[in-house]
C-alpha cells in the first residue's frame, strides 16, 4: 500500500523575513512515516519546515506554506491508498505579502489575515476518492466534541484526536480515535514512535475492511 502523510507546521509570508507559523515539531507525522515504511509500505511524506531527517526510503516532498501543501497533496492523494493530514496547517495567512521588510513605526500595527484553503476538508470533498482518509485533531478543550464534529464536516473516515498540552513539541502523546461507524478507540499516553505503530496497524484494518473483491479501497458517503 502506499501511505500518503502530510506532517509539520506551515510557514505563511507576512514578508521576506517574516512568517506566521506555530509550535508542531513534525514528529507524529513522521513517526507514522518510519511505522509504515517498516511494515513494508510506501510512503509519500509532504513536510512543511521541521528539524527532523527525512526517514530514508520516502518519497519526499518539502513544502514551506499552506498553499503549497495543499498543491503538493492534490498532486500526490490519487497515488496514496490511505492519506494522513498529519500537519499544523496555519488557519489563516496575510492577505497581502510585503515584498520589501515592513519598516518599524511608532504606534499599533494592524495585519490583515484571510483564511488558507482546508487540505482535509477539500479531499474529504471530492466524490471520486478511493483512499482511506485520515484527519487529526489537536484540541484544549472539549476533545471528543470538537474531534466528531471534525470527522462530519470534513468527510474523513477517520480523525485521531489528540490534547494539543500533551501532544505539541513532545516525544509523547494520549490519542483518542474516532471512525466514521462511530466506533471509538483510545490510546493512553506513550511515545509517538509507539503510537505511530499501532497507527498503522488501525489504518491498514480499517481499510482492508473498505475493500471490495478487485481491492479496491472503497468509502461509503455520508
Ligand atoms: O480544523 P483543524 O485545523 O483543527 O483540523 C485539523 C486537521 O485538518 C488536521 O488533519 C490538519 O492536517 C487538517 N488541516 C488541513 N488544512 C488546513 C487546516 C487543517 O488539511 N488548512
Not at 513536510?47 to 501543501?69: I, Q
Not at 484526536?161 to 480515535?177: F, V
Amino acid at each position: 500500500m502506499t501511505f500518503l502523510i502530510t506532517a509539520g507546521p506551515t510557514r505563511e509570508a507576512i514578508d521576506p523575513v517574516r512568517y506566521i507559523s506555530n509550535r508542531s515539531s513534525g514528529k507524529m507525522g513522521y513517526a507514522i512515516a518510519e511505522a509504515a515504511l517498516d511494515a513494508g509500505h510506501d510512503v509519500i511524506l509532504i513536510s512543511g519546515p521541521t528539524n527532523l531527517a527525512p526517514p530514508r526510503n520516502t518519497k519526499f516532498v518539502s513544502v514551506s506554506t499552506s498553499d503549497e501543501m495543499f498543491d503538493a497533496v492534490h498532486q500526490h492523494a490519487d497515488s496514496s491508498d490511505v492519506s494522513v493530514l498529519c500537519a499544523a496547517v496555519a488557519d489563516y495567512k496575510p492577505a497581502q505579502v510585503s515584498p520589501l521588510k515592513i519598516k518599524k513605526r511608532a504606534g499599533e500595527f494592524w495585519l490583515e489575515l484571510v483564511p488558507t484553503r482546508d487540505i482535509l476538508q477539500s479531499l474529504g470533498r471530492r466524490q471520486n476518492r478511493k483512499f482511506l482518509l485520515v484527519g487529526f485533531a489537536a484540541e484544549t478543550d472539549h476533545l471528543e466534541a470538537n474531534a466528531r464534529e471534525k470527522l462530519r464536516k470534513k468527510n474523513c473516515d477517520i480523525i485521531v484526536a489528540n490534547d494539543a498540552r500533551i501532544g505539541m513539541e513532545s516525544d509523547e502523546n494520549e490519542l483518542l480515535i474516532l471512525f466514521r461507524d462511530g466506533e471509538t478507540k483510545r490510546i493512553s499516553r506513550a511515545p509517538k514512535k509507539f503510537l505511530a505503530r499501532e497507527l498503522v496497524k488501525i489504518f491498514l484494518k480499517f481499510a482492508t475492511k473498505k475493500f471490495d473483491k478487485k481491492d479496491v479501497t472503497i468509502t461509503e458517503r455520508t
